[in-house]
């Protein structure tokens, strides 16, 4: 009888297990919509990124490169 209990009492978290991570990446997936779209005559938040990680590495491995 204990063990039916115990079952039943532990089922409900097992059907609930994932539910955050579903959570954060809709989240996440409306943030990138969001970030894409943005883009009203200028480049976009993403392309903004892209090119100063780029700008970035350029100097860091100009840098390195140096005596």
């Known amino acids: 009888m204990r063990?039916?209990?115990r079952l039943?009492?532990?089922s409900g978290r097992s059907s609930q297990q994932?539910?955050?991570m579903v959570e954060y990446i809709i989240v996440l997936i409306f943030a990138i919509i969001v970030?894409?779209?943005i883009s009203a005559g200028s480049p976009s938040p993403i392309?903004?990124?892209a090119t100063a990680l780029?700008?970035?590495w350029?100097?860091?491995s100009y840098i390195?490169?140096?005596p």
């Open 35 to 37: 970030l894409v779209s």
């Open 8 to 10: 039943r009492r532990f």
């Open 3 to 5: 063990i039916l209990m």
């Open 47 to 49: 392309d903004q990124l």
């Open 64 to 66: 390195i490169s140096l």
């Open 18 to 20: 994932g539910q955050a």
């Open 54 to 56: 780029k700008t970035y």
């Open 58 to 60: 350029q100097n860091y």
